[in-house]
């Protein structure tokens, strides 16, 4: 099992930033593949980053988002800059075992309580 917490969601003006991190417990971090999604409201789920010993993400994200990992802090971190409206949403950590980088929630065995993003306009 995998304990996955979030923190670091708030409100924010469009061109800001926000920094989410996501504490892991109850397995070795480092055996494990993470990712970030988000979900807005009527929306399904969608896939943000993920990263293993290389990271990847969704085009709507890259160049303004990204996702690092510290193995000695058991930690994921996902740096969110020039934040949009549209990126308003609840946005989740997900783990999982494996080296590739998933990009499909079903993919995913562990997720957390989620964190809310609101990017006002």
């Known amino acids: 099992q995998v304990q996955l917490v979030e923190s670091g969601g708030g409100l924010v003006q469009a061109g800001g930033s926000l920094r989410l991190s996501c504490a892991a417990s109850?397995?070795?971090?480092?055996?494990?593949?993470m990712g970030w999604f988000r979900q807005a409201p009527g929306k399904e789920r969608e896939f943000v980053a993920a990263?293993?010993?290389?990271?990847y993400y969704a085009d709507s994200v890259k160049g303004r988002f990204t996702i690092s990992r510290d193995n000695t802090k058991n930690t994921v971190t996902l740096q969110m800059n020039s934040l949009k409206p549209e990126d308003t949403a609840v946005y989740y950590c997900?783990?999982?075992?494996?080296?590739?980088?998933?990009?499909?929630?079903?993919?995913?065995?562990?997720w957390g309580q989620g964190t809310q993003v609101t990017v006002s306009s």
């Open positions: 109850g397995r070795t971090f480092s055996s494990l593949v």
């Open positions: 990263i293993r010993w290389s990271a």
């Open positions: 997900a783990a999982r075992g494996g080296s590739s980088l998933y990009t499909l929630s079903a993919q995913y065995d562990y």
